[in-house]
């Protein structure tokens, strides 16, 4: 499958809006500085960048990577509440792949932290169906890079 065969296709500035609403639809905005429109803009400005968007005339969904010369990674992947479990999220992920095959990528990762919603706590049986593997790992991040928890 190509792109050009799906409704699949490269973000653009137009689509962040959707983007965002199916973000926070799904209770995955976190903080404006990695879910807001600028953050989303910044991807779109790197071309090794993974966004892609589901257009079936509005936006029902979409994914987000990154490949830094060696590994390639998916950050996240949104599917609209009311139009899950018809292959949607199946079909971003494909196109994923497609897009870290083209540019020279052995293998692709995904960073699964567990949904907000009581009912998506565990997206691993997702990812399992299309294809990845667990491997023995432990999602961590710091966050004070900016040294704001510092600040008086
Ligand atoms: C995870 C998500 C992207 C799946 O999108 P979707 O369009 O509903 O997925 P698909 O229809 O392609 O589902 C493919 C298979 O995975 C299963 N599946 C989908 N979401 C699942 C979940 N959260 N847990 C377990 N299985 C799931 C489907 O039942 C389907 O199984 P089947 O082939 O036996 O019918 C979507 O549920 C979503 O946006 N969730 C909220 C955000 C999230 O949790 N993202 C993942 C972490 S980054």
Redesign the pocket.
């Known amino acids: 499958m190509t792109q050009s065969d799906t409704k699949i296709r490269a973000a653009t500035l137009a689509d962040i809006e959707a983007v965002i609403q199916i973000t926070k639809d799904?209770e995955?905005f976190w903080t404006p500085q990695v879910d807001g429109a600028e953050a989303l803009e910044r991807i779109l400005e790197r071309p090794s960048n993974l966004f892609l968007v589901y257009d079936d005339g509005e936006i029902l969904?979409f994914i987000l990577g990154s490949w830094d010369g060696a590994r390639a990674f998916?950050?996240?992947?949104?599917?609209r509440?009311d139009?899950?479990?018809?292959?949607?999220?199946?079909?971003?992920v494909s196109e994923a792949i497609v897009f870290f095959k083209n540019i020279g990528a052995p293998t692709v990762a995904?960073?699964?932290?567990d949904?907000t919603?009581e009912e998506?706590q565990?997206?691993?049986?997702?990812w399992k169906?299309?294809g990845f593997e667990p491997i023995p790992a432990r999602l961590m991040i710091y966050f004070d890079v900016q040294g704001d928890e510092n600040e008086n």
């Open positions: 799904n995955h969904g998916i950050h996240k992947i949104s599917v509440p139009i899950r479990q018809k292959s949607i999220g199946t079909q971003l995904v960073a699964a932290a949904g919603r998506e565990d997206s691993t049986e997702f169906k299309v």
